[in-house]
């Protein structure tokens, strides 16, 4: 069953429509509801690999639903310490539980300041609503 | 900017929170609740999809047969009233200018219903080779085309069952219709063909009776599974019917633009043959990558019912055998795939 639409308050927000949820010096990220709902059910999550470095506004992964490709890109710099390999078995959790069971991974900041400009989640609604 | 043209279903699939997309100059239902339980329907229970988008042409008078022998790849004379044939549309050069079905009305009158991309092609391509003695016409604004696709489809239609490719007149819900014995799933299932005033009543009925609406993301995922062809992706007019696997559609032995061609393709056996192929490696292919042994990838998605990437390519001829395996370049990443016999996926008896 799909989730409804919600973006939490407690998440920090990248305009390409990642998520952050930045706990000190590491940050879990993942996919927004409106990136899952614009795609549709997920069938394939190719990951990065644990240690690798990701760029803030690049793309570290990719998600596929059976019409489309796109590109996952970090909302934050750092390195990648832990992968949910459980998406990459059953991707479609994902837009089950986009916030919570469909993390994609985990990273340490390497540039904490970046936090500082992502959106939260008002503004990311707003963003949204121009879509 | 282009207008997008709409079929008489339009506001039917706004109501049902459709997503829409423009295809082929026409705005269409992509998905309604997703590809994936659409597509499952149509394989275990049945569904509707709007192909009004659909092109039909009628060839009519005493010399309409002689017109299309000439023009078609098939043999129209092992087909009599009542009957349809899948054949193609070839160029000089063998390549397919569309592939398409046509239905015998009457012995002098024909209807034929191509691609939406290439409708207007094909009524101009017919028309310049018109002969005193046969009429083309487009009557694509006419009608509206219903496709009722899936193993329930005809005994919930009410309908009795008939050979594959024959059609008759009848009637669903209280309208009448055009009731085609063909499809683009690999399923038992027809296609309705109706008065484009009566489309909405023919829809709400089959709503009705419980087929499930399903968009031309799971047409395109069914039709895939069962390796038919899509024009533009995996058939083209530089692509030849030999080479494409359709040499069983084209009468060799009989008269039609591009034969020689064809028998010269055929008798030299072609460098190229589109192979279907399943992922080995966890990936999906998609139309445009490159194959490593040569070739490229015409059409690729996720298998709905085996959960694996599939597609077909054009891939050196020396490849193209079942059990070839095949190396797909996924932005960058090599992926193995295996070449498997036509169809991928086929239907339990």
């Avoid at chain 1, 992964?61 to 390195?79: H, N, R």
């Avoid at chain 1, 959790?93 to 904490?112: F, K, Q």
């Avoid at chain 2, 292919?285 to 019912?305: F, H, K, N, Q, Y």
């Amino acid at each position: 069953m799909a989730a409804a639409e919600t973006y939490p308050d407690e998440l920090r927000y990248h305009e390409e429509h990642d998520w952050a949820r930045v706990e000190g010096d590491e940050a879990t990220l993942g996919i927004t509801w409106f990136a899952q709902d614009a795609l549709g059910e997920l069938v394939h999550y190719e990951p990065p690999e644990t240690g690798q470095q990701v760029t803030r506004g690049s793309a570290y992964g990719e998600v596929e639903s059976v019409k489309a490709v796109s590109d996952v890109i970090a909302p934050l710099s750092g390195e990648v310490i832990e992968v949910n390999s459980k998406i990459v078995d059953e991707p479609e959790i994902v837009n089950d539980d986009p916030y919570g069971e469909g993390w994609l991974v985990r990273i340490r900041l390497t540039v904490p300041d970046e936090v500082d400009s992502l959106l939260d989640a008002e503004a990311y609604k707003r963003h949204v609503a121009e879509q | 900017m282009q207008t997008l043209q709409r079929t008489p279903l339009h506001g039917r699939h706004v109501e049902l929170g459709a997503r829409l997309v423009p295809f082929a100059g026409w705005e269409m239902p992509v998905q309604y609740e997703g590809v994936i339980p659409e597509h499952r329907a149509v394989r275990t229970e049945w569904g509707v999809f709007d192909v009004s988008h659909m092109g039909e042409l009628e060839v009519e008078g005493p010399r309409a047969r002689e017109l299309l022998q000439g023009l078609l790849s098939n043999d129209l004379d092992r087909i009599g009233v009542g009957q349809a044939q899948y054949t193609l549309l070839t160029n000089e050069r063998g390549g397919i200018v569309d592939d398409l079905i046509v239905y015998v009305l009457e012995p002098g009158r024909f209807l034929l219903v191509v691609n939406a991309s290439n409708a207007r092609t094909d009524y101009q391509w017919l028309r310049e080779r018109e002969i005193r003695g046969s009429d083309v016409r487009d009557v694509s604004d006419d009608y509206a085309l219903l496709a009722v696709q899936g193993p329930r489809s005809i005994e919930r239609l009410g309908l009795a069952d008939a050979s594959a490719f024959t059609f008759a007149e009848g009637e669903v819900g209280g309208v009448h219709c055009m009731v085609n014995r063909t499809g683009y799933t690999g399923e038992r299932g027809v296609e309705l063909l109706v008065e484009a005033e009566d489309a909405v009543d023919l829809w709400d009925a089959v709503l009705e009776l419980g087929a499930t609406p399903c968009g031309l993301g799971a047409r395109d995922t069914l039709r895939l599974e069962v390796c038919y062809p899509l024009h533009g992706n995996d058939i083209s007019p530089e692509t030849d019917a030999i080479s494409a696997g359709l040499g069983w559609v084209c009468a060799l032995d009989k008269e039609f633009t591009g034969v020689e061609e064809l028998r010269r393709v055929k008798e030299a056996g072609p460098e190229q043959r589109l192979a279907a192929f399943v992922m080995v490696d966890r990936a999906i292919p998609r139309a445009g990558m490159d194959i490593a042994e040569g070739g490229r990838v015409t059409s690729g998605s996720l298998s709905p019912m085996l959960d694996v990437g599939i597609g077909m390519g054009y891939v050196a001829a020396g490849a193209a055998a079942p059990g070839s395996e095949i190396t797909v370049d996924v932005r960058g990443r090599p992926r193995r795939a295996r070449v498997v016999k036509k169809p991928i996926y086929e239907r339990e008896a």
